[in-house]
């Protein structure tokens, strides 16, 4: 497995992104299939793990934290902050005092003495960002997190969180159908030498071509409330899943190979986090490493149009900076 790097932090290229072992995306699988996952992952050479204290909320935490078991040296460990207010307040909450608390929390989860990458989960708009990086900065100097990112903020918000503290990642939705960071977030990162960590790099699953109709998916499922899942924006999209089985056929690879190397091939700066809690998919899914895509193939990807629907619904848009 080739490495990234995020800032000064060395990463596996391809990671490992927890949350759909615990919440949102409703299939097959468990937890003894999850933390297998996880060990093989490991075993392939996919070090960089992530997680979440509201994934769950805690559980997935906790999850990550019996996984790594006797294997805690071997990763590079990221959690996020910032959903769950501890301080009484509702809705998102980065205030010091919350931080204080969260950051305990999950260090207790995770079975660990420090995280390696502690994200803010999204930007708190009741909460100015230097303050929230002065916490930070003081957690990285106590030694209980050893890097800062930063998840869905923008431009403005990465240049003052970085005047702070340097921040060595920011985590948000990048995909071949989700391409809202090129033009203005990637350019600024690599200004400022800080690392991009690609999240729901598969497009939720879509991208794997494996979902070929909404009625597929569980009621319950949290891809049930997302625009591009809903049944007119489905058929659209459809077709750009179908262009990249397209090419996947002409590399000899699978889809979700591909989607991974179109964003590997993006930058070396750049380590996406596929989710995923079965064996057989992390090891399809780290293999995209060893997959290279001609120029003419990334063009064909790059000409793949916009999808139809926002990457979320409309409350959670909210929360993004843009
Ligand atoms: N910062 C944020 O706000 C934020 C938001 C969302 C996600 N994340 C992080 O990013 C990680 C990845 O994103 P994501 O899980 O939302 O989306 P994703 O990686 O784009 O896709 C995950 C989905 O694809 C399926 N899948 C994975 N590999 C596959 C393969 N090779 N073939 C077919 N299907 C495959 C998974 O199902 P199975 O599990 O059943 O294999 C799951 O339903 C998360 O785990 C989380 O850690 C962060």
């Known amino acids: 497995m080739k490495h990234a790097k995020l800032g000064d932090l060395d990463v596996s290229r391809i990671g490992l992104g927890a949350m759909g072992m615990s919440t949102a995306y409703i299939g097959p699988g468990d937890d003894v299939e999850s933390i297998r996952t996880i060990h093989r992952a490991l075993d392939l050479g996919v070090t960089f793990l992530d997680t979440a204290e509201v994934y769950g909320p805690y559980v997935n935490e906790e999850l990550v934290g019996r996984a790594l078991k006797g294997h805690r040296d071997d990763v590079v460990l990221a959690t996020k902050f910032g959903l769950i207010s501890h301080t009484g307040r509702d809705g998102a909450d980065s205030s010091p005092a919350s931080i204080r608390t969260a950051v305990e929390g999950s260090l207790r989860r995770l079975g660990t003495d420090r995280i390696d990458l502690y994200y803010q989960h999204r930007v708190d708009p009741r909460t100015p960002i230097e303050d929230t990086i002065g916490a930070l900065a003081e957690l990285v100097a106590a030694g209980k997190i050893r890097h800062i990112g930063l998840s869905e903020a923008g431009v403005s918000t990465i240049r003052r969180a970085h005047a702070v503290h ?28 800080i690392g991009f ?77 596929p989710g995923t809690k079965r064996v057989a998919r992390v090891e399809e899914n780290a293999a995209a490493d060893q997959v290279t895509l001609s120029p003419a193939q990334l063009d064909r990807l790059d000409r793949i149009p916009p999808a139809a629907g926002d990457h979320h619904n409309e409350e959670q848009m909210r929360m993004i900076e843009r």
């Open 166 to 193: 340097p921040v060595t990642a920011l985590q948000s939705e990048y995909s071949l159908w989700t391409r809202d960071p090129e033009p203005a977030v990637l350019p600024v990162l690599r200004e400022l030498g």
């Open 197 to 273: 960590v690609p999240y729901s790099p598969l497009g939720r699953g879509f991208l794997t071509g494996q979902i070929r109709s909404v009625g597929e998916i569980d009621d319950a499922d949290f891809r049930r409330s997302n625009p591009r899942f809903s049944a007119e924006n489905f058929e659209r999209n459809l077709r750009s899943a179908d262009e990249v089985g397209a090419v996947a056929a002409e590399v000899g690879a699978t889809p979700a190979q591909v989607a991974l190397a179109w964003l590997l091939a993006k930058g070396d700066d750049i380590a996406p986090i």
